[in-house]
């Protein structure tokens, strides 16, 4: 039986797609078909396809909103694991939270408003899931996720689902465990605190104000393009590297904030890595920080 009706089988028809655009699902709207995409819809299937892939020595990647990735024009030669639909609950008891990895941080933040329970207002405009938000150590305006996970449920490469402690997570700038172990993350629970619903709506729609106005929301990205370095602002030293609006192609230094790299239409992923590292060259010739990528970088380019 060939891999195609086999992921049908195990996860269902519907669930399963061949040569599916990977500029559908993220935010920078680029790159090439993935051999596969797929759904899992449960842990179980999610558990009995990672062990599959990894049998068959079949590449897979788990993807989540697609707000932090860069697939290369000639897509994907493996399977592309969206969890999404399926991983997306929540649940509230007190200060904790539950959620699982597929919810939007959008989403998860408004459930915590509605419990009146804060410290996540920073998370409201992040366009990404809770997943891929552990994976990095999301953060903004001074909130970042380690100040709130406390412990993330995963799918050990063993195939064990395990619950981590906070300890355990080795969250720190823009990274954790996760991004080096390869472990899929099915869910976290998280300690918030009890606080006025009315004040934490005020504090979210502030933040919206001020990502609207600062940042360029009309145009496809994957929000900050680099790293903020050590004693630095990314945004500055580009800026200072005299690379406002600096383009190649279709892709460019965002005119309103030198820290993104847009697609101003019709861009492709070629031209957003190029553009990517010219960035990073000139900017070292200039100040001498070498700036490193938030956006990963899938597939073939």
């Known amino acids: 039986m060939g891999v195609y009706e086999t992921l049908c089988n195990m996860l269902g028809r519907e669930n399963v797609s061949r040569d599916e655009p990977m500029s559908a699902h993220t935010t920078f709207r680029v790159g090439g078909p993935a051999d596969y995409f797929v759904t899992p819809r449960s842990e179980e299937a999610l558990a009995e396809l990672a062990a599959f892939a990894t049998k068959e020595g079949l590449p897979h990647y788990i993807l989540g909103n697609g707000s932090n990735l860069l697939v290369g024009d000639k897509g ?42 804060s410290g996540l207002e920073f998370a409201s405009g992040i366009p990404g ?29 063993s195939g064990e689902i395990r619950e981590i402690p906070e300890e355990g997570l080795e969250l720190g700038y823009r ?3 996760f991004a080096r172990n390869g472990d899929v993350i099915l869910g976290a629970v998280l300690k918030l605190e009890k606080g006025d619903g009315d004040q934490i709506q005020k504090n979210m729609d502030e933040l919206k104000r001020r990502r609207v106005e600062k940042q360029p929301l009309e145009y496809p990205s994957a929000g900050s393009t680099f790293k903020r370095p050590e004693g630095h602002f ?10 406002r609006g600096f383009s190649v192609g279709g892709a ?16 492709t992923a070629a031209d957003i890595a190029s553009l990517m ?25």
């Open 252 to 267: 460019q230094v965002s005119e309103k904030h030198c820290g993104f790299v847009v697609n101003k239409g019709g861009a």
């Open 129 to 157: 899931t809770l997943g891929g938000a552990v994976m990095m150590n999301a953060g903004a305006y001074g909130g970042e996720m380690k100040q709130v996970v406390v412990s993330v449920r995963a799918l050990a490469q």
């Open 76 to 117: 994907y030669r493996g399977v592309m694991i969206q969890v999404g639909k399926g991983f997306d609950g929540v649940s509230v008891e007190g200060e904790m939270v539950y959620a699982q990895a597929g919810i939007s941080l959008a989403r998860l933040a408004l459930a915590a408003r509605q419990s009146s329970l």
């Open 234 to 243: 990314a945004g500055k030293l580009i800026e200072e590297a005299g690379l």
């Open 175 to 177: 990274t954790s465990i």
């Open 277 to 301: 590292d010219q960035v990073a060259e000139r900017v070292e010739r200039h100040s001498g920080v070498r700036l490193r990528p938030e956006v990963r970088r899938v597939g073939e380019f």
